[in-house]
């Protein structure tokens, strides 16, 4: 990795392990690896260095997370269903204060009611949902963009 090349942190949330025999019709049949690679190869392209991170539990996501500080220029979050949930995780994105995107492969807005809150929105700069996992490389395109603004100062 070039020492100027941004690290960011894809965290997935609870379930996303099983990406690609998970409810295909609406998550698709990607795996959570295919996932990973593919960010990984969008990062390189975007010159961000990507590293993936999933797991099924609320604490390790918070422990993911604060340990992202100082390490990580940014984050792409999908919390899984811990996003309807878990003020603690808002609470983490406040307190770490990295820009975090919010990703869901679904479109949550157009599901179930209780899918239509999220505690992340309120911390991060956006929400990308809807677009599969295509989303997640439009996620490193905006990360990318942001912190290209904020070199410039
Ligand atoms: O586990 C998930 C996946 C999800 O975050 C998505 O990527 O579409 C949407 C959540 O509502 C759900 O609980």
């Known amino acids: ?6 690290k960011i942190l894809v965290l997935n949330g609870p ?12 998550y698709g049949n990607e ?18 260095s990507v590293e993936c991170e999933q797991t099924n539990h609320e604490g390790a996501l918070l ?7 100082g390490v990580y220029a940014g984050i792409i979050l999908n919390a899984g ?8 995780l808002m609470d983490a994105i406040y307190s770490i204060e990295l820009p975090t995107v919010e990703v869901h492969l679904s479109n949550i807005h157009a599901r179930e009611e209780f899918r239509h ?3 992340i ?9 809807g ?7 439009m996620a490193l395109d905006a990360l990318k963009t942001h912190l290209t603004k904020d070199d410039a100062g």
């Open 117 to 119: 809150r999220s505690y």
């Open 81 to 88: 269903a811990y996003t309807h949930t878990s003020v603690a």
């Open 121 to 129: 929105s309120r911390a991060a700069i956006g929400q990308i949902c």
């Open 131 to 137: 677009f599969g996992t295509q989303g997640y490389l």
């Open 31 to 48: 795996t959570l690896a295919m996932l990973e690679k593919r960010c990984i190869d969008h990062g390189t392209a975007l010159r961000l």
């Open 63 to 69: 422990d993911a997370l604060h340990g992202a500080r």
């Open 1 to 6: 990795m070039d020492s100027d090349m941004h």
């Open 15 to 26: 379930n996303l392990n099983l990406l690609g025999t998970r409810q295909p019709e609406v």
